[in-house]
C-alpha cells in the first residue's frame, strides 16, 4: 500500500492550490477516500471525503464552499481544489482511504502566508 500526497507550496492569503494523492497497492475504486490536515501544533483533522464513484461529497464546514475533492478512478488518485486559501488552511494534508489505514504517507506541505 502507498499513499504519496502532491502539490503543496507557500501561497498568498486568497490563492490557490489543487494537491493530489496518488494512490497504490489496493482496489482503489472500491473505498471512498479523505484528505485529512495536521495544522502546526495540533491534531490531525478531517478535511473532505469522496464516494467511490466520485458522486458523493462532504466537507468540513471550514473548508465548505472553497474547497472541492474529486477522483480519477482510471488514474487512482484523489485531488483537492483549494481556493480561497486562508492562513488557517496552513498544515501538512494527508489523504487516506475510509475507513482509515494505520498507514498515512508523508503528507504535503500547506502554507498560507502574505
Known amino acids: 500500500v502507498q499513499l504519496v500526497e502532491s502539490g503543496g507550496a507557500v501561497v498568498q492569503p486568497g490563492g490557490s492550490l489543487r494537491l493530489s494523492c496518488a494512490a497504490s497497492?489496493?482496489?482503489?475504486?472500491?473505498?471512498?477516500m479523505s484528505w485529512y490536515r495536521q495544522p502546526p501544533g495540533k491534531g490531525r483533522e478531517f478535511v473532505a471525503r469522496?464516494?467511490?464513484?466520485?458522486?458523493?461529497?462532504n466537507y468540513a464546514d471550514s473548508v465548505k464552499g472553497r474547497f472541492t475533492i474529486s477522483r480519477d478512478n482510471a488514474k487512482n488518485t484523489v485531488y483537492l481544489q483549494m481556493n480561497s486559501l486562508k492562513p488557517e488552511d496552513t498544515a501538512v494534508y494527508y489523504c487516506?482511504?475510509?475507513?482509515?489505514?494505520?498507514?498515512w504517507g508523508q503528507g504535503t506541505q500547506v502554507t498560507v502566508s502574505s
Open positions: 497497492g489496493f482496489a482503489f475504486r472500491s473505498y471512498d
Open positions: 487516506n482511504r475510509v475507513p482509515s489505514m494505520s498507514y
Open positions: 469522496v464516494s467511490g464513484g466520485g458522486g458523493t461529497t
